[in-house]
């Protein structure tokens, strides 16, 4: 994967959260997303604080409020889910908007909502501030088992190659004067699909033969090598702390 490989996530820029090694912020926003989720559903309060906290890092990378809440949509089948639970779910009995509805099943979709959002957006900005090869090597540097490190670089590799190779496909059908307006057109949509895997097949044979014959033998070289100092753990932990010190009194209180 080359250096300038970077994902539709990312948002080029230069910030201090830019700036950070990979593996302090994979780290930072894995150690927050632990403890909201540890965080008891009945203070509400914290989770505001969690979003006031988001919201400061997401100033510190000078990422659009626009770009960042664009891509939280991504969570709309979760929001969904939540919103039947107190239709579904047993238990005493409330009314609000004139609907009768459960109060565990509000407390559950309060729950869901408010930490899955805070989960997408913490992962949302660690994927704009961070490049996808960078992402990788954080992963290795926090020695994740070098297998899945490799699985995730090519399926990331691949899905790309594949996507191309579908819309180059789709370019020829259209060329031909194909339009996939009904069921009758589903035989040459599922003959394409059984020509993509075989290309994608053969291609993987065919890489997969020259990293062999260039000495691969199940394992990556490290080219670069991502170092950080304490100062930047410590700038990385400042997210993860201070939504600790919410948590601890989100019990206490």
């Known amino acids: 994967m080359g250096a300038g490989h970077a994902h539709k996530l990312y948002r080029h820029g230069h910030s201090p959260v830019h700036d950070l090694p990979p593996h302090c912020k994979i780290a930072a926003a894995f150690c927050f997303v632990v403890v909201v989720v540890s965080t ?9 604080l969690y979003a006031v906290l988001l919201g400061a890092v997401t100033a510190f990378a000078r990422i659009p409020a626009g770009f960042l809440l664009k891509r939280l949509l991504i969570e709309v089948p979760f929001v969904a889910f939540a919103l039947l639970m107190p239709f579904v779910v047993p238990g005493e009995q409330t009314h609000v908007l ?3 509805v459960s109060v565990p099943g509000l407390w559950g979709a309060w729950n869901v909502l408010a930490k899955g959002t805070l989960g997408v957006a913490a992962s949302v900005l660690l994927a704009s501030t961070t490049e996808l ?22 399926m990331i590799r691949y899905g790309d190659v594949i996507t191309d190779e579908m819309r180059r496909m789709s370019i020829a059908r259209r060329s031909r004067g194909f339009e996939a307006r009904g069921v009758r057109q589903w035989g040459v949509l599922a003959k394409s699909a059984g020509a993509l895997f075989i290309r994608s097949y053969e291609r993987g044979e065919r890489v997969h033969l020259a990293m062999v014959s260039r000495g691969y033998a199940g394992s990556m070289p490290v080219i670069d090598e991502v170092t950080a100092s304490r100062t930047q753990w410590a700038h990385a932990a400042v997210l993860p702390v201070l939504a600790l010190a919410i948590c601890l009194l989100g019990w206490t209180l």
Do not use: H
């Open 40 to 48: 008891p559903r009945e203070s509400v309060w914290a989770f505001g």
């Open 98 to 100: 004139g609907l009768s």
């Open 133 to 154: 090869r960078s992402l990788l090597l954080g992963l290795q540097r926090l020695k994740l088992p070098p297998l899945l490190v490799q699985i995730a670089s090519f």
